[in-house]
C-alpha cells in the first residue's frame, strides 16, 4: 500500500477517536462442524473524547466476539448482547463524564470495561468484564468485575434461579459466611457484613468455572475497597 494512503488512513482513525487492535483465540480442539464454535475474536477499541465532545476522556473498550462454523444463532445473540452491553456503558460513562466536565473542564477521566472469556463448552459460555473507572485527582481509582453467563444452545443469559433449586439464595449466603469464617478473616469485613450479602447475591454477579459457581463482590460491598474483588466458589455440577 501507498505509504501516503496508509498515513492518511491511520490519521483517519485517530481523528475519528477510534483505535482498534485485535486478537483471535481459535479452539483447535476438534475440527468444527456447522454451528460449533470456532474460537474468540477480541478487540482493543480506545475512544478518545476530546475531539468528540471536547473533554479530556479515554474510555477503552475491550470487545469478544465468539466465532462459529457456519450459522449460530445463539452465539449470535450472546455476541449482540456483549456488544449492546458495552455499547451501553460508553454511553453513559461519556454523558457522566461530559456533565463533570461542565462544572469543572480541567478534569480527566480515564475507563476501562474488558472482556475475557472464562470456559466455553457446548452447556454454557462464561465471561468476565474488568471495569476501571478513575478521575483525575481521586485517591484511587474504581475497580470491579462483572460475570456474564449464558446457555451455549439458547444464547440466553443464565440466572441462579436457572441453576439452583428454590432457597438457593440462603444457601450461597451460608456458603460465604463459612468461607470467610474458615480463614479467620471476619475482622476484615465491614461489621454486619452478612446482611449485606443478600443484597449482592440478588445483583447476579457471577460466572462459571471448572465445576463451581464464582460469586463476586466488588470493592465495598462487603469489605473495604483495600480488599479488592473477592470471589466466592460454591460447587455446581451441571443437571443438578
Given amino acids: 500500500m501507498n505509504k501516503k494512503l496508509l498515513l492518511g488512513l491511520l490519521l483517519l482513525v485517530v481523528a475519528c477517536g477510534l483505535l482498534a ?25 480506545t475512544h478518545d473524547l476530546s475531539s468528540e465532545r471536547g473533554i479530556n476522556s479515554v474510555i477503552t473498550l475491550g470487545t469478544l466476539e465468539l466465532t462459529y462454523e457456519g450459522e449460530n444463532t445463539a452465539a449470535a445473540a450472546i455476541n449482540a448482547d ?3 452491553h458495552l455499547d ?24 476501562e470495561l474488558i472482556y475475557e472469556p472464562v470456559a466455553i463448552d457446548g ?11 478513575y478521575q483525575g485527582g481521586a485517591a484511587h481509582p474504581n475497580t470491579y468485575l462483572e460475570g456474564f453467563v449464558y446457555d451455549a444452545a439458547t444464547g440466553e443469559r443464565l440466572t441462579l434461579a436457572d441453576l439452583l433449586p428454590e432457597g438457593y439464595q440462603e444457601e450461597l449466603r451460608n456458603s460465604v459466611i463459612n468461607q470467610i ?19 449482592v447475591i440478588a445483583q447476579e454477579n457471577w460466572y462459571l468455572k471448572d465445576n463451581n459457581i464464582y460469586l463476586i463482590f466488588n470493592p465495598d460491598q462487603i469489605a473495604p475497597y483495600a480488599l479488592g474483588v473477592l470471589e466466592f466458589p460454591y460447587p455446581y455440577q451441571s443437571g443438578e
Fill in 82 to 84: 456483549l456488544r449492546a
Fill in 181 to 199: 469464617s474458615a480463614a479467620g478473616e471476619e475482622n476484615n469485613y465491614y461489621p454486619g457484613y452478612e446482611d449485606l450479602i443478600d443484597g
Fill in 123 to 133: 452447556q454454557y459460555i462464561s465471561i468476565i468484564a474488568s471495569g476501571y473507572d
Fill in 21 to 45: 487492535a485485535c486478537t483471535t483465540q481459535p479452539d483447535d480442539t476438534n475440527t468444527p462442524s456447522a454451528g460449533d464454535i470456532t474460537g474468540v475474536n477480541t478487540c482493543l477499541e
Fill in 88 to 111: 451501553a456503558y460508553l454511553t453513559e460513562t461519556a454523558d457522566q463524564d461530559e456533565m463533570l466536565a461542565m462544572e469543572n473542564d480541567s478534569l480527566t477521566f480515564t475507563h
